[in-house]
Every structure is written in structure tokens, then in C-alpha cells.
């Protein structure tokens, strides 16, 4: 399978403190599921930015879909995120926007028909279980079907990378496990997944998935699963 | 994100409507009426300097100081005749000698109209071109070598150069405005990008490009410039043709020239379409460089 996203030494630094995340190498293939683990505060966050694309690297090379991502032109960046699902850890839903409006922003950012809207959207309504509340605002919503809403507004454009920091955090178990099941059916479809986790009983969820874990701003490999320095099985 | 004038179009309820202030569009209307106020005194003086020019250009007026009133009359109709025959010269008048007695009355009482005072000849001159008044001026001349020739022009400069100075004055203020019109969209610009920091930094994760976040701003701020901009020119307009007709019952020559003309009214009915085109550019060129310093 093809690298879709290779990191090489990489280092991050806010500002002039000190490094949040050094000599990060790792290597994600295309359609693989991955997790992300490690304490608060081990850099899980930041890494997800770079990969997503919110954050530069203060060195080190990001390759995202075989460009590096570090040198691409501002101009060029809004085609890369396309083609990258994100479910922040807090959401970041539009709160004066419906649940519908919500899932529909990625098609309308690229510029869909509106016509051609309706269908892709009251299907992923239906696949996160929420058919009924595509008015509902999300101050309205509660923490788990604000997730789902997050989860679908991430996945409605078919990104070829789907990064989720933390989906689990805010709702019970049960409910965590069908998210990850809507995570693990989307892998099966060809998209590559990265889930920033703490919670271990996740990880064992999804027996294919590989393993990172980011202590103190650097990756280790406690499963062996992928190998560091770069690299991966 | 494509441009809709649908106003329920989903990409205008991208930007909180809840957040946004009736603000701009109140100061887009006091911008735009005193704008409007400025253009239209702007023409006005312009086009009544330009009257002033047409009246005063080619119009003398020749005295003729003899105190000897027989030999003054034969002068004056001599000088009529030989002006009459100058080429360029439109009306050559003897100035009627009651009406300039009416004129002297209230320096000189009933005195003035003693046929005994010697009053000069008073001829008016109408000349068409400035070789026509160099002409009319050498004749009057070459007839009676005491005439004094007055240039109406000469008389009413330091009025007319006053006139052209308002005229600038008022261009002036209009590209004053236009820049605080610039200003404040550069800042209501900036305030939206930071009211709105939430959704646009959703948008640019998802993809959006600066040229569609900055459509919805660019947007929103012509809008609001149009509709502030309509009433203030609206109330500018009606304050102007209310002055306008006061001017006109004024009876005086130089206001009445004040008035504006149809072209006048359509530039001044232009000013708030030119603003909204000012503030669009202006809240484009805002987000742009803001956006450009993020990633």
C-alpha cells in the first residue's frame, strides 16, 4: 500500500519555547487505522495540527499525499484539507448553523450544486443516527450527538485521510463504541484513519489498527506495530 | 460557497447574522449623506461658475465722462453705432439714464434724478470671443479716447475664484469621505474577521479558500453600505432639491446658478453604487491580507 503521509524528523515549537514535539518519523499507508495514544499533554493535539495542516512544522519534512506539505504555497493548502477529515476534540461545529448546514459545509466549501447537496447529507444524517435532528442547532444537541454530527461532517466529502483528536472523550462507553464502529466502517472503505485516543479499551476495538504513542512531544512504539525511527511495517 | 442573491441562500447564513450590528449601515448613511452634500454643493458651484463664465466673459460696459451733456449724448450714440458695426459684438445698449438715476438713489436722494448732474454714458457691451472684446475695446477707444472700458469679468473674479475654491473644497471632502468610507470598512472588516474567528477558522480546516471567506464579508459590507448609503443619499437628495428651490426664490443671479442639472442629479444618484463598489474592494483587500498572515 502507498505512503499517504510521511513525517521525518519532525520538531514543533510554539513561539520560543521549548520543542512540543521533536524527531517525530513515522510513516501512515493509505487505508490503514491508527491510533494515537500517550498522556495529556504528550503532543497528541499538536501532531494531529500538523497533519491536518493547521500548524507548520518548526522542522523536520510533513509529506502528505508524496508533496511536501511544509513547502506548499498558501494557495494550495485549501485543496490538500479537502482531502483530510478532521473531528476536533471540541467539535467546532458552527453553533448558529443546523446539524443539516453543519454536515453540508465541506460540499458547499467545494463547491457542490446545492441540488446535488440533500441526498450525501440526509445519508450521513442516517449513518450517524440522527435523521431526525438535521434542524436541531447544536447548542441544542447533546455531547454525543454533537460528535456524531462532528463525526459526519468530517467524512460526508470522502476524505482520503480522517483525523479525529479525542471522539471518544465526551460521550459514555456505549456510545464511544459505535463511534469507533463508524470510524472502522469508513477505514473500510479506503480511507485512512488516525484516532487520537487515552482511552485503552479503545484500541482494542479494531484488531487491525497500528499504534502510535506520543510521550513528553516524542513517539514511541510500544506495539511495534510502526517502527521508530521512520518507517513502518 | 457560490454567490446568491437568494437572501436565504445557505451560504448567507454562513456568518452569524446575530452577531452583526445595524452599525455600519447607520454610519454608511451619514457618510453617504454628507457626501452627497458635498457633491452636490461640488456641481452646484460648478455650474454656476461655469454660467458666471458664460455671462461675464464677452460683457463690458463703456463710460463715457463728458460733463458737456449734449456732447456726451452725440459721444454715447456714436460710440453705439461704431460698436454695433464691430465684428464679435452681439449688443451694444446706452444703459437707460432713469434706471441708473433708480440705481443712485439711495446714495444721492432725489438728486440723482436732476437731469443738470452730469452722469456718464453708460453703454453695455455683449461680444462674442476675446479677440471680439479686444476689438470692441480698441473701437471704443479709437471713438471716444476718454472712455472707460470695465470688464464685467474683471469685476466679479475675486467672486468667481471664490466659487472655484468652494467647487474644490467640495471635491475635497467627497475623496475625504470616500477614504474615512475606505477606513471604516477596513476596520468593520477586521472587527468581523475577529467576531467571527470561530467559523472562519471551521471554514479554512474544511477547505475554504481566502476568496470565499472573503466573499462573505465583501458581501455583507455592500450590502450594508447600499442600504445605509440609498437612505443617506435619499435624505441628501430631498435636502438639496429643498435647498435648491429656496436658491430660486432668491431671485438672485448667481444663486439661481447654483441649481443642479439632470446629468448632476444622476452623478449624485451614483454616489452610493460607487461606495458600495468601494467598500466591497476595501472589505476584499482587509480579509485578504488578514487571512494571508494565518495559515
Known sequence: ?233 | MKFSLNPNAPDRRLLDEGKRTRAMTWIMAIMLFLTVLSGALGLGMLGATNQLDRQLAGRLTVQIIEPNAELRDQQAKAMVASLRAVPGVVRAEEADRARLAELLKPWLGDAGLDPDLPMPAMIDVDVRGDAGVAAAEAAAKRIVPGARIDRHAQWLSPVRNFMSTLTWLAAGLVLLMASATGAVVLLAARAGLDTHRDTIEVLHMLGSTDLQVARLFQRRIAFDTLIGGAAGTAAALGLVWFLQSRFGALGSEILSGVALEQRDWFILVLLPLSFALLATFAARIAVLRKLGATL
Not at chain 1, 494531529?48 to 506548499?72: N, T
Not at chain 1, 460526508?156 to 479525529?164: K, S
Request: zero cysteines; proline letters at 7%.
Open chain 1, 1 to 233: 500500500m502507498a505512503n499517504i503521509v510521511q513525517f521525518e524528523n519532525v520538531g514543533l515549537r510554539y513561539g520560543t519555547g521549548a520543542e512540543t514535539l521533536s524527531d517525530i518519523s513515522f510513516t501512515l499507508t493509505s487505508g490503514s487505522f491508527y491510533f494515537l495514544t500517550g498522556p495529556s499533554g504528550a503532543g497528541k493535539t499538536s501532531l494531529l495540527k500538523l497533519l491536518y495542516l493547521a500548524q507548520r512544522p518548526s522542522r523536520g519534512v510533513i509529506r502528505l499525499f508524496g508533496e511536501d506539505a511544509g513547502a506548499l504555497p498558501r494557495q494550495r493548502l485549501p485543496g490538500f484539507r479537502r482531502r483530510i477529515g478532521v473531528v476536533f476534540q471540541d467539535f467546532r461545529l458552527v453553533p448558529h448553523l443546523s446539524a443539516y448546514d453543519n454536515i453540508a459545509l465541506p460540499l458547499r466549501v467545494a463547491g457542490m450544486p446545492e441540488g446535488d447537496i440533500e441526498a450525501p447529507v440526509r445519508e450521513m444524517l442516517a449513518w450517524v443516527g440522527l435523521t431526525d435532528r438535521g434542524k436541531a442547532k447544536p447548542p441544542t444537541l447533546s455531547g454525543g450527538e454533537q460528535q456524531r454530527i462532528a463525526i459526519a461532517r468530517a467524512v460526508i466529502g470522502r476524505p482520503e485521510v480522517l483525523v479525529a483528536d479525542e471522539p471518544t472523550g465526551n460521550v459514555d462507553p456505549d456510545m464511544a463504541e459505535r463511534l469507533l464502529h463508524l470510524f472502522d466502517s469508513l477505514n473500510r472503505l479506503g480511507t485512512t484513519v488516525v484516532v487520537a485516543t487515552h482511552d485503552f479499551h479503545l484500541l482494542n476495538r479494531i484488531p487491525n489498527a497500528r499504534m502510535m504513542r506520543l510521550e513528553k512531544g516524542r513517539l514511541n512504539d510500544p506495539t511495534g506495530a510502526l517502527k521508530h525511527p521512520p518507517g513502518s511495517s
